[in-house]
């Protein structure tokens, strides 16, 4: 069946302005994870979703971040008034329940904030 | 200090060496660990997945852990130019469902 997919795979946008980014899991996969990867930090956690709730957000840099995840599938990370220290790549993955299941990975959503 | 520490690299060996990546780490609770596989502008794909310590083959590949030392280690035989890629170390406790990842090696292999 088909992976993991993210919408858009490329995002440009204004200092100030909120962003939007979307992670479509394997069907079928109850877990779902958000991670940053940006230079010289390597892959950080974000936050994890079971179903539709989020047990572990603590990986969410501030306030402006956040996440919700509807019917159990489709998912959607928000960043309001972007910086540009949020230029990163956003990955998503999901697994099929938790704990030592596999997780695997979408392309990827690169966020660029001039 | 960060709690999983892998050297980024580059690493760039020729065709058909024998290519060695590792990963320390800290903390005792991490029980599974995991080697992905990224290429540039995609997303990681998973390598290698173990529990215990010890070694795991799979062709070309061979995956160690050895949780007394908080080290783990993937070989790669006979490198081919498509391993060229980042090689990123993940690992993860029991409790909870995140992983912690290593910041990559980059490695290239020339033909």
């Known amino acids: 069946g088909a992976g993991v997919s993210q919408s858009p795979s490329n995002k440009v946008t204004e200092k100030g302005k909120d962003v939007e980014l979307r992670c479509d899991p394997i069907?079928?996969?109850?877990?779902l994870y958000w991670y940053r990867q940006s230079l010289g930090q390597g892959l950080e956690f974000l936050i994890y979703?079971?179903?539709?709730?989020?047990?572990?957000k603590s990986g969410l840099p501030s306030d402006r971040f956040s996440a919700e995840r509807t019917g159990g599938s489709v998912s959607t990370l928000t960043i309001q008034r972007t910086q540009q220290e949020d230029s990163a790549v956003y990955l998503c993955?999901?697994?099929?329940?938790?704990?030592?299941?596999?997780?695997?990975f979408g392309p990827g959503t690169r966020l660029t904030v001039l | 200090q960060k709690e999983v520490e892998q050297d980024p690299g580059p690493l760039s060996v020729p065709e058909g060496a024998i290519v060695s990546l590792n990963c320390t780490y800290s903390?005792?609770?991490?029980?599974?660990f995991m080697w992905y596989r990224q290429y540039s502008r995609k997303g990681p794909e998973l390598l290698m997945y173990t529990y215990s310590s010890g070694n795991k083959e799979d062709g070309r590949f061979t995956a160690q852990v050895d949780k007394s030392s908080k080290y783990i280690s993937l070989f790669i035989r006979d490198s081919q130019p498509s391993d060229s890629a980042t090689y990123l170390c993940a690992m993860k406790g029991t409790s909870g469902s995140r992983l912690t990842f290593g910041e990559g090696t980059q490695l290239t292999v020339n033909p």
């Open positions: 979703f079971q179903g539709n709730s989020a047990p572990d």
């Open positions: 069907s079928g996969h109850t877990a």
């Open positions: 903390n005792s609770a991490f029980q599974y």
């Open positions: 993955a999901s697994s099929l329940a938790t704990g030592g299941d596999t997780q695997y």
